[in-house]
């Protein structure tokens, strides 16, 4: 139970205290309500003694009685109605409520920290007011009046006189069998004469002799001058008199609503109830009213109750009386206490006493017969639960057994507890033999409280006296007036005990429905089941959930008793308890009620609040019951708005929005594809974002605003940022245009299982209007009712979100004005469609996808757009602290117009073959009210695509009319020289090739480099299949600025990702080696082959039944195709699936260019075809993908040359050497294929290129898979710091000096004319190196493996033995040698060791022939 004002030791006296009636005459009650009080009410708050009080039990022992009270109240001849209790007690416990403000005590139990109200101010009134209204009743004499207080005026005639008649009243209606009530404690009932005098208005001559007639009369104990009104009521005062009578009065304020209409003998007090009461439903008998919960009741009293106080509290009472006057009154009742009623209960306990001493002796039989003869003959004993039938036995006011309870009863009054508990026990016993058991259950019921409350606690309080009470009251005797009366009694003791356990199960057990069988037990039931809560808090280990529990069933039952505020306070103070604890169907149901009860007391924000609690939380509950919760939610809500319609627009719970995933996209749709002609990809709010992709684009826009600006990229540069969403930099205000829209994409989620529909839905902005220079031209705008000159906003009429679903909107702005935008949120109409039901599964109800949803309620409310920029996490500071960077993608900057380019591809295609060549178009629009200027195209792949060389002459003119013309520049010739190439030249930077960078910004050949307003270019565009087959994601990025320069926005950009799927068609591979022949030498350092071996790697899913090798070119700076070695007849080289061919081409030098700029960018194109139709190589395309296929290799030599130019004589030496290996020849093999698609034979066309860079080195079309290194051991020491060598490798050496052996290939001689056989052999030696070389020639050299000697002989060089000379650059010498044969053979000639070394270098470096191939000759017997 929750803490009391007062301890029990101080709760049970004050309970029962000795009652005193009260009979005033007419004139007396006039001077008493001079002060706006009666008579009783005037003595209520000086009833307590302030001093001990003293008097002798009959063991002459002297008993002291501490703080004695006494109740004086008004006589009432009929008892108060049940229902009159019950109203008074539920109007009770509404006055009384938590104070404003009241610190509420804070209870740690686990993991929970609860806020709960210390004391229980409405159950203590409750308590006391229940206890002072019980009706008096026959089975105990505890509120049976002891005296009767009877009051005159001294103003009246006579007074005397008035006395005896007010005496014969009190005398009529105690002993008249027409009076029932009220009850008095014995017949001879103390009476008390009060004169009562008027100091301001009254004879204090006449009131002192009437007194002291009285005193003759009565005796100097019997009467009192009472002296009261020292001051006029009208006459102002300077002294504040206190008023004592308030917190007396205002407590039971509805009782003082009192009548004098009906004489003195039925006028009303505060104690005994008035018998005009409008009956209550809240009712204690059977036999009242039947149960009604009608709320209009409840809210009729409570309003009573409030007006009363109302008028109470306007009321000054006591106005007439002094600070003396109340020392008057308190030592009026001192004298009455000490003087007459102590004296009284004194004479009347020795009294009993000695009457229950003398009839110890007598038989026990009289008594018996006694009884019998009143109450009939008695049942055999049973037990209690079968004594049914005994309950209604009744003693006749004589009997023994009542004298010894009376005895009881005024020792417990006075706080003899010792013998009132002796009495009560012999009392027990007799009742409980006399079956009578309404009289035992009290007599064991104050036995208990007696043994209780004895000084020094002699024995244990016997809890199961109570129990034995409690159960009669209630299952034998019907009385549950009583049946409560021992509950709270118990209760309060058993908490004093800290027994909370024993006091809850006592509190819980008279709470049940069906324990008052359908009596109003509501009110009750709430108020013992709080405090049963409270127990289960207060314990040693608090059990929160018990009480929590127990509050939640306290409020439920205030509900139903009309106790609306207190319900709301219980289910609150329970709500900590569930409260994120994952109990959510708790939660829903807690919210709910206090939504509800908060709406019923007008408290709509809290009650906004529970049911946006409900609907916000993951909700457990079903479908039906979440719908429930939103219609009462949109009902309050629009309650709410409707007492405020034009303020601010609410906060709506639903449905959630994700800020974060808020995406806002700058700029119009993109279009859709429109037959052949399909639109650039751009970017979209339906693509996912790619950081790598954002990476490449931001990228490739940097290159592209460095080309623009002269290779540097300016400070201010910002990248382009079309779409902002979560991953994106939003440091930065993002910039908008004049006239284009900006869509905001808000990610909504619908939690419940009903569907939700949105109306009206639009975007809410502020904006500030500025001028061309950046000033503010008007005051900030918003959007409440919209201002479409300025900014116009979409709505979207209907906007449904099904039953757990993600959804998102896109609401779009169009600004019409330049200024600062600053998107706010969105505001909307929520409401559920009627029957709630999903739309997307089956059954679905017409017209829901019509978009003419039926409405149920809805409420206008908005949600606020916040999103929370990234976490700082640069500095040491921010490292420390959390703190977040701005996010700015609500906010952007509307600047002027801008140019806004569209572009269209046409016939572009989806698939290619590897290495195809195909034509397409694009289509440049200018769709803004601006021309554009210094359109640029760039791509991470230029290789992909060409519009085509710098002049006409290069480009060829296709005619778009048939399918089957080709896309190259071709020209039909005669019949040429078998294999003989056809050479022509072109230079790179006519294909804007020139700069060797890899990644390219192309200019877009647009007519007078400006697309005006509205117009639109038409260009053709060839592409190439990559190499690699898959699917390719190309990204073209195409930058343009404005004619006008603006100072926020320079430029702007265009995507465009073209996605191809490449299949296979031809491997090609290819490798170069030094001729050997003698012949077309002409002193140019020799000649090359070629061989090129071309496989059709294709797999026949693309329908390609062929390929047909149509032309072979060369291009290099240095070297050209000379002609075909291995020409075969059919001319049309055709390679079926799976099959391989092999070409053999011979390669000789360019002609030296006259200039050696121009040498270094001319290429030389050599054609050698297999038809009558050459294709020319040097112009576009088929050069453009040759040049862009090249242009990461071109810009290597300058690199290699300039980047090093302080390297070391023997590293220049090396690199001389290095470069005799080098060969910059480049093959270009040119294809048809042969496709069948739908029936119809198509000719597909396509290149594919080979870069040969060193002899002997194989080269492949396209880049081979490299095979993964093997796993190597670990090495557990420090390698030395080796200095990386210099010399040049062995395959490099080789190439340093060619060699050639010129032999006849047999030789026939006469061995048997002549033993020597003597062959005359020229060695050729030639300078591969620019530079002079010198050259020793060793023959003495002799080969001594035994397999050389097997296979080849021996045989002798004749002659000189070692030769030296020096061959300048590129230069050629042969050397005249002789071979010596002693017999017949075949020998190898290639013995003769080369050592050459550069004429300025020390080092000699031998030359290896280990690759030449070898020298055989047979020598015959002729």
């Known amino acids: 139970m929750a803490q009391c004002v007062q301890s029990v030791q101080e709760l049970i006296p004050d309970s029962f205290v000795p009652c005193v009636a009260a009979l005033c005459s007419d004139e007396a009650e006039r001077l008493t309500r001079l002060n706006h009080l009666s008579f009783a009410e005037l003595l209520k708050p000086f009833s307590r003694l302030t001093s001990e009080v003293h008097m002798r039990d009959p063991n002459n022992q002297l008993h002291i009685i501490k703080n004695l009270k006494i109740a004086v109240s008004n006589i009432v001849t009929q008892p108060p109605q049940p229902g009159a209790i019950g109203k008074l007690l539920n109007d009770v416990v509404s006055g009384c409520q ?76 105690q002993h008249n069998s027409d009076y029932s009530y009220p009850k008095w404690f014995i017949p001879n009932t103390l009476k008390y004469y009060v004169l009562l005098h008027d100091v301001t208005s ?42 004592p009578w308030s917190q007396y009065l205002q407590k039971n304020s509805i009782q003082n609503q009192e009548s004098y209409e009906d004489g003195p003998c039925t006028l009303p007090s505060i104690d005994g109830l008035p018998n005009n009461f409008r009956v209550h439903p809240l009712q204690l008998d059977q036999c009242g009213d039947p149960l009604n919960t009608d709320g209009s009741d409840h809210a009729k009293s409570a309003s009573s109750v409030h007006e009363t106080k109302k008028a109470s509290t306007g009321v000054t009472r006591g106005a007439c009386l002094t600070l003396t006057d109340h020392d008057r009154i308190r030592q009026f009742i001192q004298e009455f206490t000490f003087r007459g009623l102590l004296p009284h209960i004194e004479k009347t306990i020795r009294q009993l006493n000695d009457q229950l001493i003398s009839r110890k002796g007598l038989s026990r039989s009289l008594f018996s017969a006694t009884k019998k003869w009143f109450s009939g003959s008695k049942v055999p004993e049973k037990s209690i639960n079968e004594l049914k039938s005994t309950s209604g036995l009744l003693y006749p006011p004589e009997a023994p057994e009542l004298q010894i309870r009376k005895m009881a009863d005024l020792c417990f009054l006075v706080q003899h507890y010792d013998l009132a508990y002796s009495c ?165 149901h807690i919210n709910f009620t206090i939504g509800r009860q908060s709406y019923t007391l007008r408290q709509l924000d809290n009650a906004v609040s529970a049911f946006r609690h409900i609907l916000i939380n993951e909700s457990k509950q079903s479908a039906a019951q979440q719908g429930a919760f939103l219609r009462e939610y949109l009902y309050v809500y629009k309650n709410v708005n409707q007492l405020s319609p034009d303020g601010p627009l609410p906060q709506l719970p639903l449905p959630y929005i994700n800020s974060s995933a808020t995406r806002v996209f700058f700029g119009h749709d993109r279009r859709p594809a429109d037959g052949e002609k399909q639109a650039a990809t751009h970017i979209s709010l339906d693509q996912e974002y790619d950081s790598e992709s954002s990476q490449q684009w931001r990228e490739l826009e940097e290159h592209a605003v460095a080309v623009a600006n002269k290779g540097v990229i300016p400070s201010s540069f910002y990248p382009t940022q079309y779409c902002l969403n979560s991953y994106s930099d939003n440091s930065r205000f993002p910039l908008a245009v004049v006239e284009e829209p900006i869509t905001v994409e808000v990610a909504f989620r619908n939690p419940l299982k009903v569907p939700l529909l949105l109306s009206d839905l639009s975007l809410l902005w502020k904006f500030q209007p500025k001028d061309a220079s950046g000033k503010d031209i008007e005051k900030v705008r918003e959007r409440v009712t919209g201002e479409p000159e300025m900014i116009g906003t979409e709505v979207i009429s209907e906007f449904l979100i099904n039953s757990e679903e993600s959804k998102v909107a896109r609401l779009k702005l169009f600004p019409h004005h330049i200024g600062e935008l600053h998107i706010l949120g969105v505001v909307y109409n929520l409401g559920t469609i009627q029957g709630s039901v999903t739309v997307d599964g089956i059954g679905a109800l017409p017209g829901y996808h019509t978009g003419k949803h039926s409405l149920t309620m809805s409420v206008r409310g908005r949600q606020d757009l916040e999103i929370q920029g990234p976490r700082l996490n640069n500095t040491k500071e921010e490292k420390t602290s959390v703190k977040y960077g701005p996010d700015r993608r609500l906010d952007p900057i509307v600047t002027e117009e801008m140019p806004l380019l569209e572009v269209f591809f046409i016939h572009f295609p989806t698939g290619l073959l590897c290495g195809e060549i195909r034509k397409a178009y694009v289509e440049f629009v200018n769709v803004s009210k601006c021309p554009l200027t210094g359109l640029k195209v760039v791509s991470k792949r230029p290789e992909f695509f060409t ?40 230079s790179s930077v006519d294909f804007g090739t020139g700069t060797g960078q890899q990644l390219e910004a192309i200019p877009v050949p647009l007519p007078d480099s400006v697309l005006l307003p509205g117009a639109s270019v038409q260009l053709p565009m060839w592409l190439r299949g990559p190499d690699e087959e898959g699917v390719h994601e190309i990204n073209f990025l195409f930058y343009y600025e404005s004619v006008k320069k603006q100072p926020k926005r320079r ?59 149509v032309q072979v ?141 060193t002899v002997g080195k194989e080269a492949f079309s396209h880049s081979q898979k490299q095979e993964p290194p093997e796993m190597e051991l670990l090495k557990f020491f420090r390698p030395e710091n080796t200095t990386v060598s210099t010399r040049p490798s062995v395959e490099q050496l080789s190439n340093l000096i060619k060699t050639s052996l010129h032999y006849p290939e047999s030789f026939h001689h006469p061995f048997h004319q002549k033993s020597l056989c003597l062959v005359p052999v020229t060695l050729l030696l030639s300078n591969c190196s620019k530079a002079d070389v010198d050259v020793i020639v060793d023959l003495r050299h002799k080969t001594t493996s035994p397999e050389a000697l097997e296979t080849h002989g021996s045989f002798t060089w004749l002659g000189q033995t070692q030769y030296k000379l020096q061959l300048k650059s590129q230069e050629t010498h042969s050397l005249q040698l002789k071979a010596c044969f002693v017999h017949t053979g075949v020998y190898n000639l290639g013995t003769p060791r080369v050592f050459a070394r550069l004429s300025d270098q020390v080092t000699v470096f031998e030359t290896s022939q280990q690759n030449s191939m070898p020298a055989l000759i047979i020598i015959n017997n002729a």
């Open 424 to 588: 009560y026990h012999t009392a027990k016993k007799d009742f409980l033999n006399d079956q009578a058991m309404l009289y035992a259950a009290g007599a064991l019921e104050m036995a208990a409280v007696s043994a209780f409350l004895q000084p020094g606690a002699p024995r244990p309080y016997p809890a199961h006296y109570m129990d034995t009470a409690i159960q009669t009251y209630r299952d034998i005797c019907k009385n549950m007036v009583l049946a409560e009366r021992c509950v709270l009694l118990s209760a309060e003791i058993l908490k004093s005990q800290s027994k909370y356990s024993e006091a809850a199960a006592l509190l819980i057990r008279l709470t049940s429905e069906n324990t008052w069988k359908g009596l109003d037990s509501d009110l009750r039931s709430a108020l013992l089941l709080e405090q049963a809560a409270h127990c289960f808090i207060n314990m040693k280990s608090p059990m929160v959930r018990k009480y929590a529990f127990h509050m939640i069933l306290a409020g439920h039952r205030f509900s139903k008793a009309g106790q609306k505020k207190h319900a709301l306070r219980c289910y609150c103070q329970a709500m900590q308890v569930y409260k994120g604890k994952g109990w959510s169907l708790a939660e829903d």
């Open 202 to 243: 009254g004879d204090e001559q006449r009131a002192e002799s009437i007194y002291e007639e009285m005193k003759q009369k009565y005796g100097t104990q019997g009467c009192y001058l009472l002296k009261i009104n020292s001051r006029a009521p009208n006459r102002a005062s300077d002294e504040q008199i206190p008023d």
């Open 1113 to 1253: 070119s060369s291009s290099s700076k240095y070297w050209q195709l000379h002609k075909s070695v291995n020409i075969s007849e059919n001319k049309d080289a055709k390679l079926a699936s799976r099959e391989k061919g092999k070409f053999c081409f011979k390669a000789v030098r360019c002609k030296q260019k006259e200039d050696a700029i121009q040498s270094s960018e001319k290429y030389t194109f050599a054609d050698i075809i297999f038809g009558n139709e050459q294709i020319i190589s040097s112009a576009s395309p088929c050069a453009d993908f040759f040049y862009r296929s090249l242009s990461s290799e071109l810009k290597k030599p300058h690199d290699e040359l300039s980047a090093h130019p302080e390297k070391h004589a023997a590293e220049d030496a090396v690199r001389l050497i290095e470069k005799c290996s080098e060969v910059d020849l480049n093959i270009v093999v040119l294809w048809k294929a042969y496709v069948v698609e739908d029936n119809k034979q198509l000719i597909l066309e396509g290149q594919h290129h080979v870069v040969l860079h």
């Open 98 to 173: 938590p104070a404003e403000g009241l610190v509420a005590n804070v209870i740690t139990a686990g993991d929970y920290d609860l806020n709960i109200s210390a004391t229980t101010p409405w159950f203590e009134s409750y308590r006391e007011t229940f206890l002072q209204s019980m009706p008096a009743s026959d089975h105990e004499f505890l509120n049976h009046y002891l005296a009767c207080m009877l009051v005159a005026s001294s103003g009246e005639a006579e007074p005397m006189e008035q006395f005896s008649k007010l005496s014969q009243e009190q005398h009529r209606i």
């Open 1051 to 1109: 430029h702007r950009v265009l995507r465009h990702t073209a996605v191809i799927c490449t299949s296979r068609s031809l491997n090609v591979r290819a490798t170069v080696c030094r001729s050997n022949s003698l012949e077309d030498e002409e002193g140019r350092g020799g000649n090359m082959l070629v061989f090129v071996d071309v496989e059709n790697t294709n797999t026949s899913e693309a329908g390609v039944k062929e390929f047909h090798m």
């Open 947 to 986: 519009f085509g060389g710098n002049t006409d002459a290069l480009t060829p003119l296709s005619p778009s009319t048939s399918e089957h013309c080709s896309a190259y520049k071709t020209v039909v010739t005669g019949s040429p020289s078998t294999g003989t190439a056809l050479v022509s030249s072109a």
